[in-house]
């Protein structure tokens, strides 16, 4: 079955820091990926995503995510993270009309 | 992006009990998703609703449990039945954009005591 596998469950950093979530996917054929962010008290929103093309990826708020075939993998990152990044990030596969979630990492920006 | 609402936004039930839960959507949208956010777990594809078909349930969800209506293209209820404690979740709904991606509610959360 297809899955989806967030390396970090828990990361604590303080401001100014480099930001890299991992993210592996199991599936190999033709996907769709997806970042998305749910910050305190709000509902989940698109961050980024990826369907061809440029494997780079930028999404709002500085985040860009890199899409590496070979390894299965679509980690997201931020040069330097801010305090407002404080939030759940889900990794998301889209495989035919569904979309898997893995289990989200949260980030927790000290100030 | 669509802008998709949910009613209620939280609510307490008995055990035995059922709850619909609404989702309404600010355009017209051909699918309809309903996910569960159990404490501490990821988001869980419960089924998919399409207009004018039956809904289309995942692996361990089944519609005695949680009956889909998808009236139109703009509306959609979940009905969690015979509630137990186990069911207490958050419950979204989302609807697929034109990318593929897709927009959430602001989910529903059920404490079943």
């Known amino acids: 079955a297809q899955s989806v596998s967030q390396h970090n469950h828990h990361v604590i950093l303080s401001e100014a820091a480099s930001l890299e979530l991992g993210c592996n996917y199991s599936?190999?054929?033709?996907?769709?990926l997806f970042w998305y962010v749910q910050y305190p008290g709000q509902h989940l929103q698109l961050l980024l995503k990826?369907?061809?093309?440029?494997?780079l990826v930028k999404g709002i708020k500085g985040f860009e995510a890199e899409f590496i075939k070979s390894k299965f993998s679509f980690n997201l990152r931020k040069p330097s993270v801010q305090w407002s990044d404080t939030a759940e990030y889900f990794c998301?596969?889209?495989?035919?009309?569904?979309?898997?979630f893995g289990k989200g990492t949260r980030l927790h920006i000290l100030p | 992006s669509a802008v998709i609402s949910q009613k209620p936004s939280r609510d307490i039930c008995q055990r035995g009990t059922s709850l619909t839960i609404q989702c309404q959507v600010d355009?017209?949208?051909?699918?309809m998703f309903w996910y569960r956010q159990q404490p501490g777990q990821s988001l869980t594809l419960i089924a998919t609703?399409?207009?004018?078909?039956?809904?289309?349930?995942e692996s361990g969800f089944v519609i005695d449990k949680f009956p889909i209506s998808r009236p139109n293209l703009t509306f959609s209820t979940l009905t969690v039945s015979n509630m137990s404690p186990e069911d207490s979740s958050i419950y979204l709904c989302?609807?697929?954009?034109?990318?593929?991606?897709?927009?959430f509610g602001p989910g529903t959360r059920l404490t079943v005591t």
């Open positions: 990826y369907f061809s093309g440029d494997p």
């Open positions: 355009s017209q949208v051909t699918m």
């Open positions: 609703a399409n207009q004018g078909s039956e809904a289309t349930y």
């Open positions: 998301a596969v889209r495989v035919d009309d569904k979309i898997i």
């Open positions: 989302s609807v697929g954009g034109l990318g593929y991606e897709q927009y």
């Open positions: 599936y190999g054929g033709t996907v769709n």
